[in-house]
Nanobody
Framework: QVQLVESGGGLVQAGGSLRLSCATS????????MGWYRQAPGKQRERVAV???????NYADSVKGRFTISRDSAKNTWYLQMNSLKPEDTAVYYC????????????WGQGTQVTVSS
């Protein structure tokens, strides 16, 4: 079992910044892929950014150049730095962890609200 605890959401004006954190109960070296998803009201959950155990990152086109995913192995935590926020970034943000080799299990955090006012 992997527990994920998110923090860092809140209300910010357009153009502002926020940093989300996702702390896990196990070493991140055992996690294949660490990521961030978001879900806006009435929309499907979408992938925002991921980072693999090897350090490869991937971003949704809508956030490229504005968001950065990173990790801190000493703290077993990964982050989503969000800059130049737009009202359309408003959503509940979820961190996730993919664990396993032959059979991958995906774990989710509880979600944190990010609201960007215009």
């Amino acid at each position: 079992q992997v527990q994920l605890v998110e923090s860092g959401g809140g209300l910010v004006q357009a153009g502002g910044s926020l940093r989300l954190s996702c702390a896990t109960s196990r070493t991140i070296f055992s996690i294949n892929v660490m990521g961030w998803y978001r879900q806006a009201p009435g929309k499907q959950r979408e992938r925002v950014a991921v980072i693999t155990s090897g350090g490869t990152t991937n971003y949704a086109d809508s956030v490229k150049g504005r968001f950065t995913i990173s990790r801190d192995s000493a703290k077993n935590t990964w982050y989503l730095q969000m800059n130049s926020l737009k009202p359309e970034d408003t959503a509940v943000y979820y961190c996730n962890a993919d664990v396993g080799s032959s059979s991958v299990i995906r774990y989710w955090g509880q979600g944190t609200q990010v609201t960007v006012s215009s």
